[in-house]
């Protein structure tokens, strides 16, 4: 066992961890900037400089918040919930490949924590354990309102995984690798996965939208409908880890749509710079980041447009829509590659 | 019969064209509304560092006012109190005593004079009423109280400084017309 590589990892995994929760905290405080904004609004700007420290005001108010336990609730799987929620959406980071390699002291160290062979389906397990989370807690909050979120959820989630695995099969055609770090190098220049496939890209980015349970397909919280949807009976910081969850999965969701459809971390033009190779992989990481900032503002962008749809609507366009437009999908670009590589 | 306004549109059940049907268009054409108002001036007044511009007919907090030498004007006749609609002010008169001339300017005077500013509704009705220009609504903002008593403003706070400097300035309200209404004999308030 080689010792540096371990404490390396352990370091950077610490280090992913914090960016991971950095970013949450802040999608938090970009979520009401760009809300204000799109209202005419000027959004928080109380808590220090531009309300930079509205998201520590927040996090402390979850903390100092009553714990309330409904009597009637099942004690332990209403404390696991949002426990399996948070966990599940801090476990999805570690496949991505957030950037290339770095060389110190003549040793390499790579920007991803474990190169999976299988980094896709990874991700897609996590995603569906994460389901667990919000069905456990608005099944043990033993509340009418919280189990019909958590029934929308699971629903919803099955619904939609489907169509996103497809699109995901397209996109793995076109690759011929599962492995996330694959995929990427595959990329490189503007070779970018988007140009090969935007439907698939389209469909992905649908599901991905689902999968998050952001507006417009944010159901099973729908306040106007479910009081709080699956987190009703929650409160204190239990809340607050099923909210917080929430914006880790839109942090990794966006990720994973520009490690697959943007390049990850490629940046075009970067080889005509002749820029030694640690800086470019630090410029290439930064342009990752970029490039998840732009999903995560697109992910609030159509949440301040877009009202929810109706329950019918959504399994309407879930199963009528997507998942035979994902099936298209594959078929196209099955039969492309069947006859290019033919020839 | 005619539209108030040309944003009107007549809705139609007809079946949706291909392109509406995949939504995409219409939801990137609202997307870029979002975007327009990302960029437009912020509607949002900064409160305490930025006060919106009261109008010129505002009807905020009660003054009392003294005359040119510094007297009350208040006779404490009551007729405010019986104009008000919501019965939020109450006054108790006396009798001005031989001495306090510099005081008073009219023989009788209100001792005490309270208006409830949690029951007011600033009307101005008491101003309307008011035959000795005594009272007047301003441009002041009355202050928010974590109790319901200290809503209960007294004469300290309602009769104006003595101070010439620090006088309240009703000048917008008490105008020539607003003298000539008040001295006119065929108003039922001043009969």
């Not at chain 1, 990752?288 to 329950?311: A, D, E, Q």
Request: proline letters at 4%.
């Amino acid at each position: 066992m080689d010792w540096t590589i371990l404490i390396y990892k352990t370091i950077f995994l610490f280090i992913i961890l914090l960016v991971t929760l950095l970013v949450a905290m802040y999608s938090t405080y970009g979520e009401r900037k760009v809300a204000a904004f799109m209202q005419d609004r000027r959004g928080p700007n109380r808590a220090g400089p531009f309300g930079l420290l509205q998201p520590l005001a927040d996090g402390v108010k979850m903390f100092m918040k009553e714990e309330i336990i409904p009597l009637s609730a099942n004690r332990v799987l209403f404390i696991l919930g949002p426990s399996i929620a948070m966990t599940t959406a801090l476990l999805t980071g570690v496949v991505i490949p957030w950037g290339g390699i770095i060389t110190i002291g003549g040793r390499e160290f790579s920007l991803q924590i474990a190169d999976l062979n299988i980094g896709i389906l990874y991700v897609f397990a996590m995603v569906s354990i994460g389901v667990y989370g919000i069905m456990i807690g608005g099944w043990a909050s033993n509340n009418k309102y919280a189990l019909y979120g958590a029934i929308r959820a699971a629903s919803q989630m099955i619904s939609y995984e489907l169509a996103m695995g497809m699109s995901i099969v397209a996109l793995v055609i076109t690759t011929g690798s599962l492995s996330l770090h694959e995929i990427v190098a595959q990329q490189h220049g503007m070779n970018w996965n988007i140009f090969y496939q935007p439907l698939g890209f389209l469909i992905f980015l649908t599901c991905a939208f689902a999968e998050t349970n952001r507006a417009p397909f944010d159901l099973p919280e729908c306040e106007t409908e479910l009081v709080g949807g699956y987190h009703t009976e929650y409160s204190s910081m239990k809340l607050g880890f099923y909210l917080f969850a929430e914006y880790i999965n839109m942090f990794i969701s966006s990720a994973v749509i520009a490690t697959l459809y943007f390049g990850g971390y490629n940046m075009p033009f970067i080889d005509q710079l002749g820029l030694p190779q640690n800086v470019v992989t630090l410029l290439g990481t930064m342009f990752f980041f970029l490039k998840i900032f732009g999903m995560i503002f697109l992910f609030m962008w159509i949440r301040w447009t877009l009202p929810r749809f109706r329950y019918d609507q959504l399994m309407n366009l879930g199963w009528k829509g997507l998942i035979p437009l994902a099936i298209f999908n594959i078929l196209a670009t099955g039969i492309y590659y069947y006859f290019t590589e033919l020839s | 019969m005619e539209k108030l306004t040309n944003r009107s549109r007549v809705v139609s059940d007809k079946k949706m064209t291909f392109l509406e049907k995949i939504y995409l268009p219409a939801i990137i054409k609202g997307m870029f509304i979002t975007l327009k108002h990302f960029f437009r001036k912020k509607t949002t007044i900064n409160y305490p560092e930025q006060k919106r511009e009261f109008s010129q007919i505002y009807r905020g907090q009660h003054v009392l006012k003294r005359d040119d030498l510094g007297r009350e004007r208040c006779t404490a006749c009551g007729l405010c109190a019986v104009a008000c609609p919501a019965e939020a002010i109450t006054m108790v008169a006396a009798e001005r005593k031989p001495g306090e001339e510099n005081l008073y300017r009219e023989e009788k005077y209100a001792a005490v004079y309270e208006i409830n500013m949690l029951r007011c509704i600033y009307c101005g009705d008491c101003e309307e009423a008011c035959p000795k220009e005594a009272i007047f609504l301003t441009d002041r903002i009355v202050a928010s109280q974590y109790q319901r008593l200290p809503f209960v403003y007294g004469k300290e706070l309602l009769v104006e400084p003595l101070d010439p400097d620090k006088r309240i300035d009703v000048s917008v309200r008490q105008t020539d017309e607003v003298r000539d209404f008040k001295l006119n004999k065929r108003f039922a308030h001043n009969k």
